[in-house]
Structures are given as C-alpha cells and as structure tokens.
C-alpha cells in the first residue's frame, strides 16, 4: 500500500502542470479527493491493513492528503492571479488621452430675434402670453370677426386638424384668449409658432409671429404709432423712417401695414446711382408687420363694453424681420440645419 501512495503522489504531480485550467484543478480535486476519489478509496482501505500498520498508513495519507489539498489550492490561486493581471491588461484606461469635445450649441436666429423683439416690448411694459398651436376655429377666425363664410379666411391658407380644429394661422387668437379671461388694462405680446399653406423663398409653412396689443380706457391710433415707431427704431436703426398704410385686417378697424425705410437704399430705390434696389425692389420701404385699432365687434366677442374700451393690436412675422436684419435672402435657411449658416450668429 505504501507504493500505492507513491504512485498516486507522481501521478498527482503529473497532472496538476503548470498549464492546468482551472476545471482541469476542480476535475482533479474530484477524481482525488471526491467521495470516491482515489486518495479517499486509499483511506477506506486502511481497515484492510493490519493493525500495527494502521497509524503509520494513516498518517501518511493524511499527510498525502494535505499536500493534493495544498498543491490544488495552490494553483488556484496562481489562476486567479493570473485572470487578474490579464484583465488590468485588457480594460487598461489611459488616462492621458485626451477627453470627447462637446459641441458648443448656440441660440437660434430666429429665437435671438424673438428674445431682442420680446426684451423691447418688456421694458415697455407689455409681458408675455402664450396660446395653443392648436387652435379652434372660434379663436383663430370667428371671435376675430372673421365668421364661417368671411372672404378674408382665404388669404391665410390654412391646415385643419379637424373640421373644428386648425393650426393657428397667426398670433392674434392669443388676444382673445387673453381677454376672455382677464380684465383691461392688458398691455400683452405673445412670441409663438404659426402655420399656413405657404412654401417659397420668403413663405414657410411654418413660421413665427409676435403679437401685441394693448387695452384700456382711452387708447388712441397714436399711442399705436409711438409704441410702434419706437420699437422699429430699437430694432432696426435709430433714424429708421417709419410709415404707416392704410390697410384691412377684420379685426381691426381702422387698419394699418406698417413699413420702414429701406436700409440698403436708404429709402432712395435706387442703389449707385441707376439700379434700382434689389432689397426693397425700388420702392424705398419695407413692409413690416401689421396693426390696427381693435375692432369693437372683437370687443364684443369677449364681453368688454366697446363704450368703454379701446385698444390696439399688431402683429409681425419674425422671418421677416430676421431676413432684413441679418440680409437673409431665402427664409428656408432658417430650418434646413445647415451649421456653417447657424454658426455665423452670435
Ligand atoms: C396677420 O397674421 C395678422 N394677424 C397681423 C395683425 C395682428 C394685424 C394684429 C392687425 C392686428 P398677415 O397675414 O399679414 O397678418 O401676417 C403678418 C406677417 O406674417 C406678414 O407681414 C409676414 O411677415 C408674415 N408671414 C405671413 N405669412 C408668412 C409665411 N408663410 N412665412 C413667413 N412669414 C409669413
């Protein structure tokens, strides 16, 4: 039996090598020193030895057992430390390398101007009011005098969500919701989106309006031309000429456009002499945005005594404003996310 123990002791160490994986380790861990493992059928047998041979058998297969134990162990360890190294290689981080860059992103043209349109009209007095997208029909024409059959529906081409529901054509149902729920004096701008079935190089189908109005007891045409006049010089240059042309809007009466002198030509329509300038087409003005007195049947949609009350309202396209500001000759530029021409506002 003593030469059993030898031979098991050199097999052992034949087979745990250096190489040995770790289920190799487990594997040799059963066939050793499992219920039936050869080292533990080795300690079954001592019954069969006699007796005086018992506690020297015994001891060396305890101390055979100690060494399979510790060998196993052993190389476990050396496995471990092993998968350990190769993974500090493997997820090694170099932390000199230089970090991602984040893209700066910058304000929008459109909402700079929003901002520059909205900060005038603010240190004026007036504060800001939203309205839904989605208009209804009474908010969009019929409380703005424009009822079912009323020809001036036309001239804003419009995309209906619903037979009752629209999106907004303009600002001016903000006026209304205003006023249905507060009482005068109101002095109101409403920044928003609009939408009409337009699409050239000045028209988008979608686009923004500033609304603005304001009512009270005693409002007349020329507190609409100072507010206005002095906006216009605010925004475009100090000396700006400003005129305003009779006009009609239905919920307005009377109504106005409002222009402002050609700041390419000065006002002249001709540039150098002869040609006839290309941003105000020879005319000298640039029309602006449209205004007018509020019209006492919109008044009455909303249960203000006409009697009482007046007031003005005006409203502008912000492309359009943009577009002369900056010199922009196609409003799709606005939309199509082309960075090099984003990038050039500050
Ligand atoms: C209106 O929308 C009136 N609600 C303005 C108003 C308010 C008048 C209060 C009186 C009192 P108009 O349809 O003219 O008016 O549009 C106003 C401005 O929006 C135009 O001067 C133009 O600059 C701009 N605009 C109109 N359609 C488009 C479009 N498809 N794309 C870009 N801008 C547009």
Redesign the pocket.
């Known amino acids: 039996m003593r030469e059993s123990l030898d031979t098991l002791r050199n097999e052992f160490l034949a087979r745990i090598v250096d190489g040995a994986s770790e289920q190799e380790v487990q594997r040799l861990r059963v066939e050793f020193l499992g219920r039936k493992g050869k080292l533990t059928l080795m300690f079954h047998r001592l019954k069969e030895v006699p007796p005086e041979e018992r506690p020297g058998l015994g001891e060396a297969l305890n101390e055979l057992r100690g060494f399979v134990e510790g060998k196993l162990e052993l190389r476990l360890t050396e496995l471990k430390r092993r998968e350990k190294e190769r993974l500090l290689q493997a997820e090694r981080v170099d932390i000199t390398l230089p970090g991602s860059r984040w893209e700066r992103g910058r304000v929008h043209p459109l909402t700079l101007v929003m901002d520059e349109i909205t900060d005038v009209f603010v240190a004026m007095g007036f504060e800001l009011a939203r309205g839904p997208d989605i208009e209804d029909d009474y908010h969009n024409f019929e409380a703005?005098n424009m009822p079912p059959d009323h020809p001036a529906r036309d001239?804003?081409d419009t995309f209906f969500v619903s037979a009752a529901r629209v999106l907004r054509?303009?600002?001016?149902p903000v006026?209304i919701r205003v006023m249905e729920t507060r009482k005068p004096p109101l002095q109101v701008i409403a920044p928003g989106a609009?939408y009409?079935h337009?699409?050239d190089a000045?028209?988008?189908?979608m686009?923004?309006?500033v609304?603005?109005?304001m009512v009270d007891s005693q409002i007349a045409f020329s507190d609409l031309k100072g507010v206005l006049t002095h906006f216009l010089r605010r925004v475009f240059r100090p000396e700006t000429g400003v005129r305003f042309r009779p006009s009609f809007?239905p919920?307005?009466e009377p109504?106005a456009?409002v222009d402002i002198q050609c700041f390419l030509c000065d006002g002249k329509g001709m540039v150098q002499g002869q040609q006839a300038c290309r941003v105000c087409k020879g005319t000298g003005w640039l029309?602006?945005?449209?205004?007018?007195m509020?019209d006492p049947e919109v008044f009455r949609f909303v249960g203000y005594d006409a009697e009482r009350v007046s007031g003005?309202?005006?409203?502008?396209?912000?492309?359009?404003?943009a577009m002369l500001k900056y010199g922009i000759e196609d409003?799709r530029l606005f939309f199509q996310n082309e960075l090099r021409f984003l990038r050039q506002f500050a």
């Open positions: 703005l001239m804003q054509t303009h600002t001016s006026q609009v009409r337009d699409d000045t028209h988008s189908p686009f923004h309006q609304e603005g109005f809007f919920f307005t109504s456009e029309e602006i945005l449209g205004a007018g509020i003005f309202a005006f409203g502008m396209g912000v492309e359009r404003i409003i």
